[in-house]
């Protein structure tokens, strides 16, 4: 069972930077793809970002692309989430996510494993 460990997240001000990391143990196995969704206080969970392990193929969601870089580091079995020019609107609990086999990466129904999440808070 793979374990997931996000960190990273903090308050900052707005245009601010920071950048989210994901570490992955106990993979026994080559996974799919790694993802990234985040959960505001009273809405649901939404995709932000995926990135194919082999490949290097990346996903954005539209409210985030251009400002956000999904990387891996495949020897650290680490994913990264680079968030600049950040805003309000961006607060949330960012977690990552684990897609064991190939399928669809921009909903949370494709993914076997997630962490525990890291706050992200944006202020104006």
């Known amino acids: 069972q793979v374990q997931l460990v996000e960190s990273g997240g903090g308050l900052v001000q707005a245009g601010a930077s920071l950048r989210l990391s994901c570490a992955a143990s106990?993979?026994?196995?080559?996974?799919?793809?790694m993802g990234w969704f985040r959960q505001a206080l009273g809405k649901e969970r939404e995709f932000v970002s995926a990135?194919?392990?082999?490949?290097?193929?990346?996903f954005y969601a539209d409210s985030v692309k251009g400002r956000f870089t999904i990387s891996r580091d495949i020897s650290k079995n680490t994913v990264y989430l680079q968030m600049t020019s950040l805003k309000p609107e961006d607060t949330a609990v960012y977690y990552c996510?684990?897609?064991?086999?190939?399928?669809?990466?921009?909903?949370?129904?494709?993914?076997?494993?997630w962490g525990q999440g890291t706050q992200v808070t944006v202020s104006s």
């Open positions: 996510a684990d897609a064991a086999r190939f399928g669809i990466l921009r909903v949370a129904t494709g993914y076997t494993a």
């Open positions: 106990g993979r026994t196995f080559s996974s799919y793809a």
């Open positions: 990135i194919v392990w082999s490949t290097g193929t990346t």
